[in-house]
T-cell receptor
Framework: QQQVKQSPQSLIVQKGGIPIINCAYE??????FPWYQQFPGKGPALLIA?????SEKKEGRFTISFNKSAKQFSLHIMDSQPGDSATYFC????????????FGAGTTVTVRA | DGGITQSPKYLFRKEGQNVTLSCEQN?????MYWYRQDPGQGLRLIYY???????QKGDIAEGYSVSREKKESFPLTVTSAQKNPTAFYLC????????????FGEGSRLTVL
């Protein structure tokens, strides 16, 4: 049973578009929400992370929006580029569980030139 | 490679054979992890270790075994008891168990013939 539900499974956008990936969770004890980016044949790499005391965090063209009451968070990729084409995973963890990460199923993003 | 070296990158085995995947880190970090990645299922935790000679089962430990005899090494054995071993296996490290920030290796793809 997946503790973090991620959607969509895949999406395609044109260069400059804004792909949006959504994640939802049930366990209110989660207190750390990272996003990982994975290119084909490689391991995932941490992209950006947020804690529930803030509603938004930006790093470059990547933005996390966090809605604590709805138990949802999302990743926006502004001005997307073909080099952003990758699989993105959201995750969640909590201090009481040694911060072991529970991952979403992943979203494959394709940015067309 | 995130300070983690995994080998081999590709591995084929026959049914009924055990196989060991290597994971070495050179940054003197305490915590190490093994994840399994299957299409559409995200990453699932197999085992993790906080210190030498100690390790804990993750969500899908059945059919796998690990050892942590040295801080820099955390090999994973996929035993013949694992019913569906074909997958992409990822090793990761973190600076301190509990930060949630993982640094992954490039993975080992195991195919059972």
């Amino acid at each position: 049973q997946q503790q973090v539900k991620q959607s969509p499974q895949s999406l395609i956008v044109q260069k400059g578009g804004i792909p949006i990936i959504n994640c939802a969770y049930e366990n209110t004890a989660f207190d750390y929400f990272p996003w990982y980016q994975q290119f084909p044949g490689k391991g995932p790499a941490l992209l950006i992370a947020i804690r529930p005391d803030v509603s938004e965090k930006k790093e470059g063209r990547f933005t996390i929006s966090f809605n604590k009451s709805a138990k949802q968070f999302s990743l926006h990729i502004m001005d997307s580029q073909p080099g952003d084409s990758a699989t993105y995973f959201c995750a969640a963890s909590r201090r009481s569980n040694d911060y072991k990460l529970s991952f979403g199923a992943g979203t494959t993003v394709t940015v067309r030139a | 490679d995130g300070g983690i070296t995994q080998s081999p990158k590709y591995l084929f085995r026959k049914e009924g054979q055990n196989v060991t995947l290597s994971c070495e880190q050179n940054l003197n970090h305490d915590a190490m992890y093994w994840y399994r990645q299957d299409p559409g299922q995200g990453l699932r935790l197999i085992y993790y270790s906080q210190i030498v000679n100690d390790f804990q089962k993750g969500d899908i430990a059945e059919g796998y075994s690990v050892s942590r005899e040295k801080k820099e090494s955390f090999p994973l054995t996929v035993t013949s008891a694992q019913k569906n071993p074909t997958a992409f296996y990822l090793c990761a490290r973190s600076i301190i168990l509990g930060t949630g920030e993982l640094f992954f290796g490039e993975g080992s793809r195991l195919t059972v013939l």
